[in-house]
């Protein structure tokens, strides 16, 4: 550590805080359906894997979020769900970066906050004028899998 | 990020992380009912408002916790709840900073860890001699809201 | 804080990162079954205490590791459960540093996650040739308390 300068070493502490945000944004925006910020944290060609699919670039991730998850943004507070992200493990390699996380999805079930879903981000960065960005980002669906989840939500809808 | 100096960015590092502490500490003091710990949190004219009021000062807010929340203190690892905070975002001011946060408040029911009640603290702060401080913290209950709770309650002291 | 110099400052901040990197590697690498990585968390001579004992050494902590607990590595995203932390409060002196922060032990029933076990940390850190490692953790199970956890227990395996 030494061997490394003072700006150096400041330069990763910052670079260190600046992802732990991202990973903040990205929960908040997608809660709040903020879909103009959610897209602004990806680098432009970055790439967005989840369980509906893999989508490239912010055109394409955009106009996903406009389809089954669409509708009017939400201010955070009104929203009856949200992203709970813990132990948030980040490697910084210069201008990349890779982090994983995982994720508590809370939402309301019987006027009481519920842990509906359990799950992963593996993420990579990049650093682009000066701005770290989300270059591609697997968000995984752990307990229940999604084939659990589409299970239960399936049994829900025929019952 | 270039045209700051060393020392206002590391500063903005330090203060990241001050507040970040000062949203662990509300939740540990808060939950081990250390009411002096708790109130040095907040500037002396600082503000905190939850569903039960709007309290302004150190001497208002001691005098409420005093009250429906009083008691003796205790060692945290006695206490049968706590709030888990997550997702902060801190937006950094000079002296002045704003802060959105979560929390998950969980206790004991039936001997295991119930999530009980999720809400968000919007949050200002202000540096005083050095030190960062609560200059106003509201403290929404989200899922369930407030009336919703209070619901919930009735409905078991009735029965 | 205006008197102590922008190496040692920075210092500080790094330090802060450091070990609450320690704190998530720690989740991973026990829910993931990694020993290696876990046991190289500790100091030679580290202490661990948990609910089974008190583990001195990194030979003794993987021997007890091996026990209970034992059984082939996995890779974080196949386990079917999870540490999350939150609210560590890390206080820095010098070489050595203490922590207390909050776990939530999250499991699959029933295709859900659910939130089987609400504990805390106590711990103790040493620099050692640079590298932050535990000193000393307690681990601590309060919802439900280790007496309950085994009542719990054991009326699942008599029924």
Redesign the interface.
């Known amino acids: ?2 061997s490394r300068s ?2 150096e ?2 330069q990763r ?2 670079d ?2 600046a992802i732990q ?1 991202i990973i ?2 990205y ?2 925006y997608l809660d709040s359906r903020n879909w103009e910020g959610f897209v602004s944290l990806f680098a432009p060609d970055g790439v967005w894997t989840n369980v509906e699919g893999t989508y490239q670039g912010r055109e394409a991730i955009m106009a996903m979020l406009g389809g089954p998850n669409g509708g009017p943004a939400e201010a ?2 009104r929203v ?1 769900y ?8 980040i490697e910084l390699d210069g201008d990349r970066a890779s982090a ?1 996380s ?1 994720y ?1 999805f ?3 079930r019987d ?8 799950g ?1 981000y593996t993420d990579e960065y990049v650093r682009i004028d ?1 701005a770290w960005k989300i270059a591609r980002r697997e968000a ?1 669906e ?3 899998t999604h084939a ?1 989840w589409e299970e ?1 939500f399936l049994s829900k809808v025929r019952t």
């Open positions: 550590m030494s003072i700006e070493r400041l502490v910052e260190e805080l945000r903040f944004d929960s908040v955070p507070k009856n949200y992203h709970a992200n813990t132990n948030w493990r994983v995982r508590l809370v939402l309301r006027d009481r906050p519920t842990s509906a879903l359990a992963q000066g995984e752990l307990i229940p659990e239960i």
